[in-house]
């Protein structure tokens, strides 16, 4: 076993644990309609952390995705009101939109060698401040297509609801891991995260493989953008400030190195449900802020870079056994 | 010919690292690419392979100009490469290394277990069978070095380069590479061959071409070359031989700095005696994972000791982890300094003292003038090629990195210092220079342990030499006995005893 997949295992059974302690105190945490919700409320979360999780793997960041999920979500409710194009393909174009904005950041980053924080970092403030021009004021969505896009979803046995968006994300998810896992843009991405030189002298396309992970990323960022709206059924444009932190935070407890090069799409799932759960026990247990979820979230944040502190040292010392 | 250089040209700034150099590679030969550190041979690699662009000059392959601007565009030519300076990546799987770029697909995806199989069949070629679904950093440095071999063989269609390919292999696994190379050479594929090991020059290659800074001094059939000519090309003089050692008749001649009593630890080295002298040069010998590294990795607490005892004049010494090893004046210049070593972006100057600098603590920094003072002097003393002190360490060429980070080490001034591999990658004129280093050293009281697996390298430096096997201390040669016939013998009994 590679002591890489270690912080994934960590995350699997902290996660496991959490559900248990939860389940012991309230036993309706495991029924499906908790287990429906949840999916449901972190959809939007889970669709931009995959984004995420590539971009960190290979050693990037991308600090613009929250602003991009707003200004999607007020560009849709924009158009709408004042147009009459069909939601899809208002949706087709605010898609292609995130996703060109990404790629751009990806080739000032490969072209210009800036540091991904920069110019990630502006380009979440022109993504704000472009939301912020289209409408100051929450615009709400009642298109009738809407209704239906809200109304599809699956009854589940025990009365929870498989919502449309619930699917989509782990669709999303899916379509992740088969992109790290099982194509060469996925190693190419571990490979510039674990040592950019090596990765350009053993042939990896450097300069594409950024931009077509940050266009990825705004292209995830884009359709958390559409789902956002339809959880809302509105566009606000001061909506999800932060949220690519929370994503971070997700990735990060899902076991990849924050540094790049390391770490499975499968655990950013388990850290955006992992969070997800924390704050429905919070809801559930009633008395307690829900500050308290921020707190859980820093400390296991805190636990868990600390554990891959020391699982590279480790890896380090084992990397040099062995030869004599 | 397969492949045709003319006129290359390669000026970094304040450098002119390619001359006009001019170089053929005829289809079906060994040509070996020599030089002294820093003659330009890894530059003219990268040139030709697309990782640098070159200034001028042309290269054409059987008639056709061919210009490629990555790697990738290189090896889809046909031309594989190991790089001096690249273990490939140790987060990947060593499949994933392996077959990067050609991987099996099914339905337009990567077919994980096919690729696993074709990687276990590549590495079988090479005596190797390991798991190769786990990541290459799990795995040694020579396991690493084989899978960038075997990766760079697979990919040569037409041209295989090697550069420094054969550091850090054993006899056995330098046997096994050399007759994969034969076996692509026969095949009409051409191959650029680049060496310090000059024993390993005249055993596998039919040509010999020789730069010596940046312009290339002559072509010849390596027949008809012999070592002093070799050397002479290489250097632009002869070869100052160290003055042999005078090694003393017994082992305790030497006051002792070190009593070793008992060291040893399970599965890691079994428990072992070892006195070590004052101002005495220990060597270590042995084959690929025989221990040596393991004995160093003891006295240095890198792991533990479960057993025994280590004593100086003042009593028990504390080596429970590396920190307590340097505070007790130990010194460990490591084997792997080509990735652990260097901070590529630091100067030179900045990388000699990170050691010393880390010992007296941050807060209490050296002074710049005894920073350039110390510099200097190692710049002077490891003859190491550099236009000045300030010099980006990464811009160094491979060979005058490594003399940097031996450097390092050196300039801490240790009672009791170990080397692991210290002549690793390093040229036949720096070689000899380094060796009488440290015999100087020594005769100003350092006492160093040598660990090598050049045995020639072990005769010219020890006092005394100790041969391992199979993770056990088995014989200690001294005085008259330290000969090259005698170490390779009593490594050898393994095969008799087996
Ligand atoms: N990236 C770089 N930037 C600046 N100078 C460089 C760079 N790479 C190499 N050089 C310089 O070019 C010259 C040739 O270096 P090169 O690495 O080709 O030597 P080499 O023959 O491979 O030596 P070695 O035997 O030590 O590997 C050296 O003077 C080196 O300092
Ligand atoms: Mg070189």
Redesign the interface.
């Known amino acids: 076993m ?3 997949a270690l912080p994934l295992y960590a995350t699997i059974v902290i996660f496991l644990l959490a559900w248990l302690l939860s389940w012991m105190q309230f036993p309706n945490i495991l029924s499906t309609r908790v287990i429906g919700n949840l999916l449901t409320d972190n959809a939007y979360l889970g669709i931009v952390a995959v984004g995420m999780t590539l971009v960190i793997l290979s050693g990037g960041i991308d600090l613009s995705v929250g602003a991009v999920i707003a200004f999607s979500g007020v560009l849709i409710a924009v158009l709408l009101r004042d147009t009459n194009l069909h939601p899809l393909v208002v949706f087709a174009g605010v898609l292609a939109l995130t996703t060109a904005f990404g790629a751009c950041m990806g080739l000032l980053i490969h072209r210009l060698a800036m540091p991904a924080f920069i110019v990630t970092l502006a380009g979440m403030f022109l993504a704000r401040g472009a939301a912020y021009m289209l409408s100051i004021q929450s615009v709400p969505i009642d298109h009738p297509f809407y209704k239906t896009l809200r109304d599809a979803y699956y009854l589940m046995p025990g009365k929870g609801r498989l919502t449309l968006i619930g699917v989509l994300m782990l669709a999303v998810v899916a379509l992740g891991m ?1 992109l790290a ?4 843009f996925g ?1 190419s991405l ?2 510039l ?3 950019e ?9 450097q300069g594409q493989t950024t931009v077509l992970v940050y266009a990825f990323s705004g292209l995830m960022a884009g359709l958390s953008g559409v789902v956002f709206s339809v959880y809302t059924s509105s566009g606000y444009a001061l909506a999800t400030v932060g949220t690519e932190l929370t994503a971070i935070a997700a990735v990060v407890i899902g076991g990849t190195l924050l540094s790049g ?2 770490g499975y799409v499968f655990g950013t799932l388990v850290g955006v449900l992992t969070m997800g759960l924390i704050q429905t026990y919070i809801v559930f247990d009633g008395t307690l802020s829900s500050w308290w979820t921020k707190i859980v979230i820093g400390l296991l944040l805190l636990a868990f870079i600390l554990l891959q502190k020391g699982l590279l040292t480790l ?1 380090g ?8 | 010919m397969l492949l045709s250089i003319r006129s290359l040209t390669k000026t970094f700034p304040g450098t002119r690292a390619l001359d006009e150099v001019d170089l053929d590679i005829a289809a079906g030969e060994v040509h070996a690419l020599l030089g002294e550190n820093g003659a330009g041979k890894s530059t003219l690699i990268k040139c030709l392979t697309g ?1 640098y662009r070159r200034d001028g000059g042309t290269i054409t392959m059987e008639g056709a100009p061919i210009d490629p601007r ?3 565009e290189a ?1 889809q030519l046909g031309i594989g ?1 190991v ?1 001096q300076e ?8 060593v499949a ?2 392996l077959m ?2 050609a ?1 099996p697909r099914r339905m337009g ?2 077919d ?1 277990r096919a690729m696993r199989r074709e990687a276990d069949r590549l590495l079988r070629q090479y005596g190797l069978e390991i798991d190769v679904g ?2 290459l ?7 690493q070095q084989i899978v960038a071999i075997a990766r760079a063989v697979a990919q040569s269609g037409k041209v295989l380069i090697l550069d420094e390919p054969t550091a ?1 292999l054993d006899r056995r696994e330098v046997e096994m590479v050399f007759d994969v190379v034969r076996g692509l050479r026969d095949r009409g594929l051409g191959i650029i061959f680049v060496s310090h090991f000059l024993d390993q020059v005249f055993e596998l290659t039919d040509r010999v071409t020789i730069l010596r800074n940046g312009r290339k001094i002559v072509t010849e059939a390596t027949a008809r070359l012999d070592r002093m000519s070799l050397i002479q090309h290489m250097l632009g003089r002869d070869l100052d031989h160290a003055a042999p050692v005078t090694r003393a008749p017994d082992a305790d001649a030497a006051p002792a700095l070190l009593r070793i009593e008992g060291l040893g630890r399970d599965g890691v080295i079994a428990p072992f005696d070892l006195t070590v002298g004052q101002g005495e040069v220990v060597g270590l010998a ?9 004995t160093a ?1 003891l006295l240095f607490g ?2 533990p000791a479960q057993t025994g005892t280590v004593r100086d004049a003042n009593g028990a010494v504390d080596l429970r982890s590396p920190r307590a090893a340097i505070a007790a004046g130990f010194g460990f210049a ?3 300094r080509k990735t ?1 070593g260097i901070v590529g972006d630091l100067s030179i100057r900045e990388n000699i003292i990170l050691a010393l600098q880390a010992r007296r603590g941050w807060s209490r920094p050296i002074p710049r003038s005894e920073q350039n003072q110390l510099a200097d002097e190692y710049i002077r003393r490891l003859d190491i090629r550099t236009s000045d002190r300030e010099k980006a360490i990464g811009e160094l060429s491979g060979g005058n990195q490594q003399k940097a980070v031996l450097a390092r080490w050196l300039a801490m001034n240790p009672r009791f210092l170990i080397l692991d591999e210290p002549t690793r990658g390093i040229d036949v004129g720096a070689h000899a220079q380094i060796l009488r280093l440290i015999r100087t050293l020594t005769a100003q009281g350092m006492s160093v342990l040598v660990i090598s697996s050049e045995i020639d390298e072990l005769v010219a430096v020890s006092d005394r030499v100790i041969v ?1 096997r199979d993770r056990r201390h088995v014989a200690q040669l001294t005085g008259q006995q330290v000969t090259g016939d005698q170490i390779m013998r009593a490594i050898a009994q393994e095969g008799a005893a087996a």
């Open positions: 590679n002591t890489r088969v896992h099982r194509t060469r190693t571990y490979a995260g674990g040592g030189q090596t990765a350009r002298l053993m042939g990896v396309r090069g390391a890896s010392r084992s990397l040099r056994k062995g030869a004599a | 990782a990555s790697t990738l090896r490469t790089y690249v273990n490939l990546l140790p987060n990947l799987t994933q290394n990067f770029g991987e995806l990567i994980g786990r990541d950093g799990a795995y040694s440095v020579a396991i850090s042995g084959l690929l994972g025989s221990g040596r590294t393991e990795e890198l792991r490591p084997e792997d652990d391992l």
